[in-house]
């Protein structure tokens, strides 16, 4: 049974920084595209970054040169470090993995909880 977990989440102020973590099991971790992606109610949900096994990764433009998506094998886990927060980045995060053979349908692998960030003005 795959189980991702995500950690990290909670309230900064604007221009202040969080660092979320995702524990992934179940999966063979070195076989999966890892993302994270956020939603605010009534929107859908948005990919912010994904890193490959090999450690390629995807920003969406909105966060570029803010966020860095990181990924540690021998852990399971992922990190997205996000750095000069802004209201707009509220949102609950939600960590995903999918197998790399269906790398661009992440509907087709598996979602933590969700972890919620409230950015402050």
């Known amino acids: 049974q795959v189980q991702l977990v995500e950690s990290g989440g909670g309230l900064v102020q604007a221009e202040g920084s969080l660092r979320l973590s995702c524990v992934a099991s179940g999966i063979i971790f070195s076989d999966h595209v890892m993302g994270w992606y956020r939603q605010t109610p009534g929107a859908q949900r948005d990919l912010v970054a994904r890193?490959?096994?090999?450690?390629?990764?995807v920003y969406a433009d909105f966060v570029k040169g803010r966020f860095t998506i990181s990924r540690v094998n021998g852990k399971s886990t992922i990190y997205l470090q996000m750095n000069s927060l802004k209201p707009e980045d509220t949102a609950v995060y939600y960590c995903n993995a999918v197998h790399m053979r269906h790398a661009h349908f992440p509907d087709l692998g598996s979602w933590g909880q969700g972890t919620q960030v409230t950015v402050s003005s």
């Open positions: 890193i490959t096994p090999g450690g390629s990764t």
